[in-house]
Protein backbone atom coordinates (compact mmCIF):
# COMPACT_ATOMS: atom_id res chain seq x y z
CA UNK A 1 0.00 0.00 0.00
CA UNK A 2 1.35 3.13 -1.12
CA UNK A 3 1.89 6.38 1.46
CA UNK A 4 -1.71 8.06 2.13
CA UNK A 5 -2.55 11.60 2.81
CA UNK A 6 -4.39 12.48 6.19
CA UNK A 7 -5.93 16.00 6.91
CA UNK A 8 -6.51 16.86 9.98
CA UNK A 9 -9.62 19.58 9.69
CA UNK A 10 -8.91 22.81 11.25
CA UNK A 11 -11.71 25.28 12.84
CA UNK A 12 -9.97 26.13 16.03
CA UNK A 13 -11.62 23.68 18.02
CA UNK A 14 -9.48 20.60 18.91
CA UNK A 15 -6.40 19.05 19.98
CA UNK A 16 -4.86 19.18 16.17
CA UNK A 17 -1.17 18.64 17.56
CA UNK A 18 -1.57 15.88 19.75
CA UNK A 19 -3.76 13.74 16.97
CA UNK A 20 -1.39 14.70 14.30
CA UNK A 21 1.56 13.46 16.25
CA UNK A 22 -0.09 10.24 16.84
CA UNK A 23 -0.95 10.05 13.01
CA UNK A 24 2.68 10.49 12.36
CA UNK A 25 3.47 7.81 14.86
CA UNK A 26 1.49 5.36 13.70
CA UNK A 27 1.94 5.78 9.96
CA UNK A 28 5.31 7.68 9.29
CA UNK A 29 4.85 7.32 5.37
CA UNK A 30 1.87 9.31 5.62
CA UNK A 31 1.74 12.83 4.58
CA UNK A 32 -0.30 14.58 7.74
CA UNK A 33 -1.32 17.72 7.94
CA UNK A 34 -3.39 20.57 9.66
CA UNK A 35 -5.42 22.22 7.01
CA UNK A 36 -8.68 24.34 6.70
CA UNK A 37 -7.96 24.95 3.25
CA UNK A 38 -10.92 23.05 1.39
CA UNK A 39 -8.76 22.42 -0.87
CA UNK A 40 -6.25 20.55 1.04
CA UNK A 41 -9.13 18.62 2.72
CA UNK A 42 -10.96 17.68 -0.29
CA UNK A 43 -7.79 16.25 -2.01
CA UNK A 44 -6.32 14.23 1.29
CA UNK A 45 -6.91 10.01 1.21
CA UNK A 46 -8.36 10.19 4.45
CA UNK A 47 -10.05 13.31 7.07
CA UNK A 48 -10.14 13.26 10.55
CA UNK A 49 -12.81 15.41 12.21
CA UNK A 50 -11.69 16.57 15.83
CA UNK A 51 -13.08 18.85 18.11
CA UNK A 52 -13.50 19.97 21.57
CA UNK A 53 -15.15 22.57 24.15
CA UNK A 54 -18.81 23.53 23.42
CA UNK A 55 -20.62 22.43 21.07
CA UNK A 56 -22.42 25.98 20.27
CA UNK A 57 -18.59 27.20 19.34
CA UNK A 58 -18.09 24.05 17.58
CA UNK A 59 -20.97 24.75 15.19
CA UNK A 60 -20.52 28.28 15.17
CA UNK A 61 -17.17 27.84 13.51
CA UNK A 62 -17.87 24.72 11.14
CA UNK A 63 -20.52 26.96 9.57
CA UNK A 64 -19.01 29.74 9.08
CA UNK A 65 -16.23 27.98 7.27
CA UNK A 66 -18.78 26.32 5.67
CA UNK A 67 -17.39 22.80 6.59
CA UNK A 68 -20.76 21.64 7.49
CA UNK A 69 -21.37 21.37 3.62
CA UNK A 70 -17.60 19.97 3.28
CA UNK A 71 -17.57 17.05 5.25
CA UNK A 72 -20.58 15.58 3.71
CA UNK A 73 -19.30 15.90 0.72
CA UNK A 74 -15.84 13.97 1.92
CA UNK A 75 -18.17 11.38 3.41
CA UNK A 76 -20.30 11.50 -0.02
CA UNK A 77 -16.87 10.76 -2.21
CA UNK A 78 -16.19 7.61 0.11
CA UNK A 79 -13.11 8.73 1.79
CA UNK A 80 -12.79 7.51 5.22
CA UNK A 81 -13.46 10.27 7.83
CA UNK A 82 -12.76 9.82 11.41
CA UNK A 83 -14.66 12.16 13.88
CA UNK A 84 -13.40 12.48 17.70
CA UNK A 85 -15.43 13.52 21.12
CA UNK A 86 -17.26 16.62 20.03
CA UNK A 87 -16.52 16.03 16.21
CA UNK A 88 -18.60 13.11 16.41
CA UNK A 89 -20.89 14.73 18.55
CA UNK A 90 -21.29 17.43 15.56
CA UNK A 91 -21.92 14.63 13.45
CA UNK A 92 -25.53 14.08 14.62
CA UNK A 93 -28.75 16.01 14.19
CA UNK A 94 -28.54 17.82 17.39
CA UNK A 95 -26.84 18.16 21.01
CA UNK A 96 -29.15 20.20 24.39
CA UNK A 97 -26.05 21.52 25.16
CA UNK A 98 -26.40 25.59 25.42
CA UNK A 99 -30.04 25.56 25.24
CA UNK A 100 -29.97 23.24 22.09
CA UNK A 101 -27.66 23.13 18.80
CA UNK A 102 -28.53 22.38 15.56
CA UNK A 103 -25.23 19.22 14.39
CA UNK A 104 -24.69 18.19 10.65
CA UNK A 105 -27.20 15.91 10.62
CA UNK A 106 -24.96 13.28 9.11
CA UNK A 107 -26.12 10.49 11.48
CA UNK A 108 -29.20 10.08 13.04
CA UNK A 109 -29.33 10.86 16.92
CA UNK A 110 -29.16 13.38 19.88
CA UNK A 111 -26.80 14.21 22.19
CA UNK A 112 -27.82 14.62 26.07
CA UNK A 113 -26.57 16.13 29.21
CA UNK A 114 -25.73 13.27 31.59
CA UNK A 115 -27.13 15.48 34.92
CA UNK A 116 -26.38 16.73 37.81
CA UNK A 117 -27.20 13.84 39.88
CA UNK A 118 -25.67 10.95 38.44
CA UNK A 119 -25.66 7.92 40.59
CA UNK A 120 -24.35 4.11 39.85
CA UNK A 121 -26.49 1.03 40.44
CA UNK A 122 -25.27 1.24 44.35
CA UNK A 123 -26.75 5.15 44.84
CA UNK A 124 -23.32 6.65 44.44
CA UNK A 125 -22.52 9.78 42.99
CA UNK A 126 -20.59 9.64 39.41
CA UNK A 127 -18.43 12.89 38.39
CA UNK A 128 -19.83 15.14 35.41
CA UNK A 129 -17.58 15.50 33.39
CA UNK A 130 -17.02 11.81 32.84
CA UNK A 131 -13.63 11.55 32.84
CA UNK A 132 -10.91 8.87 32.24
CA UNK A 133 -10.60 5.61 30.79
CA UNK A 134 -13.64 3.17 30.42
CA UNK A 135 -14.44 0.15 28.96
CA UNK A 136 -16.05 -0.07 25.09
CA UNK A 137 -17.83 -2.96 24.24
CA UNK A 138 -18.03 -3.23 20.19
CA UNK A 139 -21.04 -3.77 18.88
CA UNK A 140 -19.77 -4.10 15.27
CA UNK A 141 -17.10 -6.20 13.10
CA UNK A 142 -15.22 -2.80 12.04
CA UNK A 143 -12.25 -2.61 10.70
CA UNK A 144 -11.40 0.27 13.28
CA UNK A 145 -11.65 -2.57 15.67
CA UNK A 146 -9.73 -5.12 14.59
CA UNK A 147 -6.62 -6.31 16.61
CA UNK A 148 -8.44 -4.63 19.80
CA UNK A 149 -10.02 -6.70 22.48
CA UNK A 150 -13.44 -6.17 23.33
CA UNK A 151 -14.29 -4.51 26.48
CA UNK A 152 -10.69 -2.71 25.51
CA UNK A 153 -10.45 0.89 27.76
CA UNK A 154 -10.42 4.63 26.25
CA UNK A 155 -10.01 7.48 27.51
CA UNK A 156 -12.89 9.98 27.72
CA UNK A 157 -13.83 13.61 28.46
CA UNK A 158 -17.16 14.92 28.05
CA UNK A 159 -20.37 15.89 30.15
CA UNK A 160 -22.52 15.07 27.17
CA UNK A 161 -23.11 11.66 25.07
CA UNK A 162 -24.38 10.51 22.08
CA UNK A 163 -27.63 7.93 22.87
CA UNK A 164 -27.25 4.81 22.11
CA UNK A 165 -30.30 2.44 22.76
CA UNK A 166 -33.61 2.37 20.86
CA UNK A 167 -34.78 0.82 24.27
CA UNK A 168 -33.81 -0.18 27.84
CA UNK A 169 -30.82 -1.98 27.48
CA UNK A 170 -27.72 -3.54 29.67
CA UNK A 171 -23.98 -2.27 29.04
CA UNK A 172 -23.78 -6.51 29.06
CA UNK A 173 -26.52 -6.99 26.30
CA UNK A 174 -24.84 -9.31 23.96
CA UNK A 175 -28.06 -8.02 21.57
CA UNK A 176 -27.29 -5.01 19.20
CA UNK A 177 -30.71 -5.24 18.03
CA UNK A 178 -31.58 -2.88 20.82
CA UNK A 179 -29.11 -0.26 19.95
CA UNK A 180 -29.08 2.19 17.42
CA UNK A 181 -27.50 0.84 14.35
CA UNK A 182 -24.98 2.92 13.58
CA UNK A 183 -23.48 2.14 17.32
CA UNK A 184 -20.35 0.72 16.90
CA UNK A 185 -19.30 1.03 20.52
CA UNK A 186 -20.91 1.40 23.89
CA UNK A 187 -19.82 2.20 27.01
CA UNK A 188 -22.06 3.19 30.31
CA UNK A 189 -21.81 5.86 32.82
CA UNK A 190 -24.36 4.83 34.87
CA UNK A 191 -26.06 5.22 31.20
CA UNK A 192 -25.31 3.45 27.92
CA UNK A 193 -24.23 5.71 25.63
CA UNK A 194 -22.57 5.91 22.19
CA UNK A 195 -18.96 5.26 22.50
CA UNK A 196 -18.63 4.83 18.59
CA UNK A 197 -20.72 5.44 15.66
CA UNK A 198 -20.27 4.23 12.10
CA UNK A 199 -21.73 4.49 8.49
CA UNK A 200 -20.15 3.22 5.65
CA UNK A 201 -16.75 4.60 5.47
CA UNK A 202 -17.25 7.30 8.13
CA UNK A 203 -16.13 6.37 12.20
CA UNK A 204 -16.29 8.51 15.23
CA UNK A 205 -15.78 8.03 18.69
CA UNK A 206 -16.62 10.22 21.78
CA UNK A 207 -13.12 8.78 23.29
CA UNK A 208 -9.71 10.43 22.70
CA UNK A 209 -7.90 7.42 20.46
CA UNK A 210 -4.81 9.84 20.33
CA UNK A 211 -4.80 9.61 24.67
CA UNK A 212 -5.95 6.09 24.59
CA UNK A 213 -2.46 4.46 24.91
CA UNK A 214 -2.07 0.80 22.82
CA UNK A 215 -5.86 0.68 21.89
CA UNK A 216 -6.03 4.20 20.70
CA UNK A 217 -2.94 3.82 18.73
CA UNK A 218 -4.19 0.47 17.14
CA UNK A 219 -7.50 2.57 16.20
CA UNK A 220 -5.87 5.37 14.18
CA UNK A 221 -3.30 2.81 12.31
CA UNK A 222 -6.33 0.77 11.50
CA UNK A 223 -7.74 4.34 9.98
CA UNK A 224 -5.34 5.18 8.42
CA UNK A 225 -4.48 1.55 6.59
CA UNK A 226 -8.71 1.72 6.09
CA UNK A 227 -9.86 2.11 2.65
CA UNK A 228 -13.38 3.46 3.73
CA UNK A 229 -14.96 -0.23 2.84
CA UNK A 230 -16.39 -2.55 5.61
Not at 25 to 49: E, G, M, R, T, Y
Not at 85 to 108: R, T
Not at 143 to 169: C, Q
Not at 176 to 190: E, F, N, R, T
Request: net charge negative; charged share 15%.
Amino acid sequence: MGASSVVIIDYGMGNLHSVSSALAHVSPNSQVQISADPKVILNADKVVFPGVGAIRDCMAEIRRLRFDILVPEIVAQGKPLLGICVGMQALLDSSEENGGVEGIGLLSGRVRFFGENLCDAEGQRLKVPHMGWNNVKQLIDHPLWHGIEDNSRFYFVHSYYAEAVSKTAAINSTDPAQYSPQVAGLSSHSLDFAAAVSHNNLFATQFHPEKSHTNGIKLLKNFVEWNGEL
